[in-house]
Structure formats: structure tokens, C-alpha cells
T-cell receptor, first 112, second 113 residues
């Protein structure tokens, strides 16, 4: 069974540019989460989808971040325009229930 | 607000030694408790979880954790560490009214041969 897959694994962009991160959850998992770890800090929740609906987006930093989950399958997280403080590792996770989420390898985003 | 504290940022042990990683949480009731591990170049992997019942839970890779309500702790232990255990370990909680994980800052484990 394929795990949670994230693309790209690394991205280096200039300040002001746009970047789109993609997450393919485990098949059949209705719950999809985005988390972020800024260097040296804890991993922080960004948002939670249940199928295609946003269940909780309380962790989204500001309106430069836009998350979508088309048809309840894969999800994208767009940052537009990117700022220096957006640098970090973005994790996606999925779960069938509340028994513990399965995480992807993360996308390391560097904004220069 | 709920929070998780991992007081040890970095721990170094010799291979074969025992290990205990500390985790304390702040929450009014008993949350769901998790330990995750991130090996170099890898994603987060679930080691074990506690929801209810027996307070000593067994996980993968020979790890166990004990929930102590009186101390609001969920410490991770392993009797004999292997070099491949070198990684960063994260304690996390989920509360009843949300589905989001709240993580501690992580403990980086270094293992000497």
C-alpha cells in the first residue's frame, strides 16, 4: 500500500513568487492534514480536510496560503506571494480515523 | 491552551544503553497521546499511541511508553538503544474536541557506538 506522497521534496523560490505543494494521501483516508515546521520550532497544525471540506483551518498563517482538496482526493497548498518567513518543512498527513495519522516525507521550502 | 513539553532538546547515549525521553502535556482531561519518530531524510513515523486502558503501551522498534495521569507525562523508553535509533522524536497529543495533533519541540537522539 502506498503511503502519503508529497511533491516536490524540495523547493527553492524567490520572495514574491508562488509555490504549490501537493499531497497524495493514502487511498481511502477521508482526513487530510497539513502541518509546518519552521526551523528550530515545533511542528504546527495548518488545516484539516474531511473529504473535500475544510474541517479546521485555524492554523493557516494568513491569506497568502490557500489549500484545496479537489474531489476529496489529493490536496494542494499554494503560497502566493511567498515571504522569507514561509521557509520550513511542510508535512501532509492522512488518516481514516483518529487513531493516528500517517505522514508524508515533507516538502522543504526555502524562500530566498 | 493545550501544550506539549519535551524538556530535552538533544540526548546522547551509547549503543546498548537504556533510553527515556520525557514528555509532559497540559490539558484538563486525558488526551490521546502519540510518539512519532523522524529519521534522517524520512517522514514522521508513528511509534505508538495511547487512548485509554493499560497505561503501558508497546510500540514498534522495541519502544514503549507509560502514561502517568498524576504527572501528566507520557515518557518514551527503550531498554537497549541501537545505532539505527538515532533520529528526532516527537511527542504529540490530540484532544477530544479536535482532530489536530499538537506537537512538542522534539528531542534529537544521538547514538554513539
Amino acid at each position: 500500500e502506498a503511503g502519503v506522497t508529497q511533491f516536490p521534496s524540495h523547493s527553492v523560490i524567490e520572495k514574491g513568487q508562488t509555490v504549490t505543494l501537493r499531497c497524495d494521501p493514502i487511498s481511502g483516508h477521508d482526513n487530510l492534514y497539513w502541518y509546518r515546521r519552521v526551523m528550530g520550532k515545533e511542528i504546527k497544525f495548518l488545516l484539516h480536510f474531511v473529504k473535500e471540506s475544510k474541517q479546521d483551518e485555524s492554523g493557516m498563517p494568513n491569506n497568502r496560503f490557500l489549500a484545496e482538496r479537489t474531489g476529496g482526493t489529493y490536496s494542494t497548498l499554494k503560497v502566493q506571494p511567498a515571504e522569507l518567513e514561509d521557509s520550513g518543512v511542510y508535512f501532509c498527513a492522512s488518516s481514516f480515523s483518529r487513531g493516528g495519522a500517517f505522514f508524508g516525507q515533507g516538502t522543504r521550502l526555502t524562500v530566498v | 491552551a493545550q501544550s506539549v513539553t519535551q524538556p530535552d532538546i538533544h540526548i546522547t547515549v551509547s549503543e546498548g544503553a537504556s533510553l527515556e525521553l520525557r514528555c509532559n502535556y497540559s490539558y484538563g482531561a486525558t488526551p490521546y497521546l502519540f510518539w512519532y519518530v523522524q529519521s534522517p531524510g524520512q517522514g514522521l513515523q508513528l511509534l505508538l499511541k495511547y487512548f485509554s486502558g493499560d497505561t503501558l503501551v508497546q510500540g514498534i522498534k522495541g519502544f514503549e511508553a507509560e502514561f502517568k495521569r498524576s504527572q501528566s507525562s507520557f515518557n518514551l523508553r527503550k531498554p537497549s538503544v541501537h545505532w539505527s535509533d538515532a533520529a528526532e522524536y516527537f511527542c504529540a497529543v490530540v484532544t477530544y474536541n479536535t482532530d489536530k495533533l499538537i506537537f512538542g519541540t522534539g528531542t534529537r537522539l544521538q547514538v554513539f557506538p
